[in-house]
């Protein structure tokens, strides 16, 4: 439900950022990487810090691998919506194209994954610090 929440709120920009990437247009990605960088750390934290919140108040302590996943699970969306780029948008004639297309994404998604569950479980290991200290 997280990750539906994180792709809801930046469905415009990643779309953006995707069609500046693809289209060759570097100063504009460079910008749009940016402000989607700063946007996604706060609203991933927040929403680690709330699931983490709700699950230690009705007594779960296992929050360490669901606070990885809160912010992780995005990449489902964002892995759909690089599919549906190449589908809709992109004019791709060759199977190498689609393939180097395919590659570039999923390193991007892999790396992004890693980024965003790091990013929610420091975020929920804080919170946790901050309220038993």
């Known amino acids: 439900m997280s990750g539906g929440i994180i792709f809801a709120c930046f469905y415009t920009p990643i779309h953006f ?3 500046s990437i693809w289209r060759s247009e570097r100063f504009a990605a460079f910008n749009y990487v940016l402000i989607f960088s700063v946007l ?3 609203v991933i934290s927040e929403l680690s810090v709330i699931w983490t919140f ?5 007594g ?3 929050w360490h691998w ?6 992780a699970s995005s990449m ?6 690089a599919l549906y780029y190449m589908v809709a948008h992109l004019n791709l004639k060759l ?3 689609d393939l180097v297309y395919l590659l570039w994404s999923s390193l991007f ?5 890693l980024m965003t569950g790091t990013i929610s479980a420091f975020a929920s290991a804080f919170f946790v610090r901050y309220i038993y200290d």
């Open 17 to 19: 950022m995707w069609y």
């Open 40 to 42: 996604l750390i706060i």
């Open 54 to 58: 709700l699950g230690l108040r009705n």
């Open 60 to 62: 779960d302590y296992r």
């Open 66 to 71: 669901r606070s990885f996943m809160v912010g």
């Open 76 to 81: 489902i969306y964002f892995g759909a919506f």
């Open 95 to 97: 199977l190498s194209d």
């Open 109 to 113: 998604l892999v790396s992004t994954l």
